[in-house]
Each structure stands twice: as C-alpha cells, then as structure tokens.
T-cell receptor, first 113, second 118 residues
C-alpha cells in the first residue's frame, strides 16, 4: 500500500515534443505529490508538486495532472529540450507523522536534439 | 531558496573502517532531516528520519547499529557508516524540512555523497 508505481522506465522524445510520465498509488491517505528531477551524480531537485484537491497544476513547461478517483498522477513536459534529459521521480507523502516521501522507481528521459 | 549541503561529496574508505557524512541546512533550521540511499540507476530508498534532539527512526531492514544517525542541532545531521564493507558503496543523499514551515511537505535535498568502500 505504500508503493508508488512509475512508468515508463525510460523515455525517448524528440526535441519540441511532449514527455509524459505516469505514476499510480494505492494509499488514499497520501496528500502531497511532488515530482523531482535528478541529473547524474546530483541530488534531486523539486520541479512541481500538487495536492489532491486540485486536478491540474502548471508551472512553465511542466504540468501535473491528477486523477484522485483513479489514484494516478502524471507529469507532462511540453516543448521538451535536450537539457531536460535527466531522471524524473514522482513521490507521495502523508501529512501524518514525519511527512516522509515514498518515491517512484524513476523514469530516464532522453530528449533528442 | 533553501540550501542543503553535504560533506564530503565523495569518499573512498577501506573495508572495516567507519565514515561520517555531514548534512547541513545552510539558511534555515531543519526540524526533520531524512537520509536516503540510492544505487546506480535506482530510486531513492529512505533509510531513516532524523529529528533534532531525539533518536532517529529507521526504516524496516535498515540496521541502526550499522548506520548511526545523529541530529545534534537544527542545522546538522550526520550519518556514520560503521565497519563499512563494499556492499555499503552507494550514493547517500540527505534532505531537510524547514522548521518555520512545519506544515509544508517540501523536502530540500542535498547534492549527495558518493561512498566507495574498497
């Protein structure tokens, strides 16, 4: 119940295209869903996050779509650029206790120039 | 923005020795710090949650006597890998939550420490 499933494992997109990464969770008590970007040898950096009372959130080229009934959320990267090539992790968190994160398995994105 | 640093960024140690990794919140006070381990091309695995002034809470399967965590101040947490072995080689990442925004979910991540045990 604590797992967050992420797909696809890897993704190749042409420059200017849309990258879509999906995550699904089981625990309906999760109430915060961030997406992180990680470059090789670096720590993860927050891209965008959403709470379950909102179905969509957009920040620049990054959009989270959230489907509470399906217990799924996704990251859309519009106008993908070679500099977006990185590993992306979704996560879920609970407000009770320590606010710890449960991370998805990660998606390696490669944007071709 | 909130900055978290880790020291050292890379460390190589011999099997059987202990190594300490520091995690510091530079411009905020952290009520809670988290320690993660990441194997190559894998996800972040939470090892333990560290609260200032109290004992760390370890995740299932993580040996607390192997991975000693100390959170002595609101800006510093340390992870000591005791009697390190080659299988402890990994990328260790810490994160911190801001004390002033205690209801915020956001964790600020450090740049990670690459540990290699020979």
């Amino acid at each position: 119940q604590q797992q967050v499933k992420q797909s696809p494992q890897s993704l190749i997109v042409q420059k200017g295209g849309i990258s879509i990464i999906n995550c699904a969770y089981e625990n309906t008590a999760f109430d915060y869903f961030p997406w992180y970007q990680q470059f090789p040898g670096k720590g993860p950096a927050l891209l965008i996050a959403i709470r379950p009372d909102v179905s969509e959130k957009k920040e620049g080229r990054f959009t989270i779509s959230f489907n509470k009934s399906a217990k799924q959320f996704s990251l859309h990267i519009m106008d993908s650029q070679p500099g977006d090539s990185a590993t992306y992790f979704c996560a879920a968190s609970l407000s009770s206790g320590t606010y710890k994160y449960i991370f998805g398995t990660g998606t390696r994105l490669k944007v071709l120039a | 923005g909130a900055v978290v640093s880790q020291h050292p960024s890379r460390v190589i140690c011999k099997s059987g020795t202990s190594v300490k990794i520091e995690c510091r919140s530079l411009d905020f006070q952290a009520t809670t710090m988290f320690w993660y381990r990441q194997f190559p091309k894998k996800s972040l695995m939470l090892m333990a949650t560290s609260n200032e002034g109290s004992k760390a809470t370890y995740e299932q399967g993580v040996e607390k006597d192997k991975f000693l965590i100390n959170h002595a101040s609101l800006t510093l947490s340390t992870l000591t890998v005791t009697s390190a072995h080659p299988e402890d080689s990994s990328f260790y990442i810490c994160s911190a939550r801001d004390r002033l925004t205690s209801s915020s979910y956001e964790q600020y991540f450090g740049p990670g420490t690459r540990l290699t045990v020979t």
